[in-house]
């Protein structure tokens, strides 16, 4: 997908990029591609890939029309190189975007590229899920939590849904359809006060298989949950 493909298929979905949001794009492409000679940010780096397989994928809580241009908090657990959660502050300025991810490394990286995109309501915070959701500070406080191909949603679970207020939304963004992650994820969503609230199967302009699945936090989660960094891996729920 060239970058004009990239802006003519988001202007069809009634999203047409200013001047400055495609400059802000064609930044990120050029910092990401910098910083993955010094670290391992992705295994992706040719252009037309990366508008396809990292920008316009992460876009998909918004095409799919789960995301609205407001000031929603919203908390992306390990965002890597930012992704989903900095493409739709670029297409939607008025989002809130938190990151928490485990590799002090890349907290830089976002820190910086956020400098140069002229981002402003972001934050990144460098460590575990497990330990910032019993954090006060970060525990309930979030509207929408995505992740991008972190874990199996019976992980996933654990790691997201304490963050959220009640009716809040962890929005996982997968490869493929859910519906076996769904099954074995039963017993964990009924434990911490969730369910699913939708599955989306779609798939990206070339054909590649996509998932968007929607749990929706129905009360307070329970106080133990989640467990110690590194258990919900061990023993899931």
Same mark, same amino acid.
């Given at each position: 997908?060239?970058?004009?493909?990239?802006?003519?298929?988001?202007?069809?979905?009634?999203?047409?990029?200013?001047?400055?949001?495609?400059?802000?794009?064609?930044?990120?492409?050029?910092?990401?591609?910098?910083?993955?000679?010094?670290?391992?940010?992705?295994?992706?780096?040719?252009?037309?890939?990366?508008?396809?397989?990292?920008?316009?994928?992460?876009?998909?809580?918004?095409?799919?029309?789960? /995301?609205?241009?407001?000031?929603?908090?919203?908390?992306?657990?390990?965002?890597?190189?930012?992704?989903?959660?900095?493409?739709?502050?670029?297409?939607?300025?008025?989002?809130?975007?938190?990151?928490?991810?485990?590799?002090?490394?890349? /907290?830089?990286?976002?820190?910086?590229?956020?400098?140069?995109?002229?981002?402003?309501?972001?934050?990144?915070?460098?460590?575990?899920?497990?330990?910032?959701?019993?954090?006060?500070?970060?525990?309930?406080?979030?509207?929408?939590?995505?992740?991008?191909?972190?874990?199996?949603?019976?992980?996933?679970?654990?790691?997201?849904?304490?963050?959220?207020?009640?009716?809040?939304?962890?929005?996982?963004?997968?490869?493929?359809?859910?519906?076996?992650?769904?099954?074995?994820?039963?017993?964990?969503?009924?434990?911490?006060?969730?369910?699913?609230?939708?599955?989306?199967?779609?798939?990206?302009?070339?054909?590649?298989?996509?998932?968007?699945?929607?749990?929706?936090?129905?009360?307070?989660?329970?106080?133990?949950?989640?467990?110690?960094?590194?258990?919900?891996?061990?023993?899931?729920?």
């Amino acid at each position: 997908m060239t970058p004009d493909v990239f802006y003519q298929l988001l202007a069809e979905a009634g999203f047409a990029l200013s001047d400055q949001q495609k400059e802000q794009f064609e930044t990120y492409f050029e910092r990401l591609v910098e910083w993955n000679e010094k670290i391992n940010l992705t295994a992706i780096t040719e252009k037309n890939e990366v508008y396809l397989k990292h920008f316009y994928d992460s876009l998909a809580p918004i095409l799919q029309g789960k /995301i609205t241009n407001q000031a929603l908090n919203i908390l992306d657990i390990g965002a890597g190189a930012g992704f989903p959660s900095l493409p739709m502050k670029i297409l939607f300025p008025q989002l809130n975007v938190t990151i928490i991810d485990s590799l002090n490394k890349r /907290i830089n990286f976002l820190n910086l590229l956020a400098q140069d995109l002229g981002l402003t309501n972001v934050q990144f915070y460098h460590g575990r899920a497990e330990d910032f959701g019993q954090d006060k500070a970060f525990r309930g406080q979030f509207d929408i939590v995505t992740a991008r191909a972190v874990a199996r949603m019976q992980i996933l679970s654990e790691l997201t849904i304490p963050f959220l207020k009640i009716k809040g939304q962890l929005i996982a963004l997968k490869a493929s359809s859910a519906e076996e992650e769904l099954d074995q994820a039963k017993n964990a969503l009924n434990l911490l006060f969730a369910q699913v609230d939708d599955t989306i199967n779609y798939q990206l302009p070339n054909g590649d298989d996509r998932n968007l699945t929607i749990v929706v936090k129905k009360k307070e989660t329970p106080n133990k949950y989640p467990r110690k960094a590194g258990i919900p891996n061990k023993k899931p729920l």
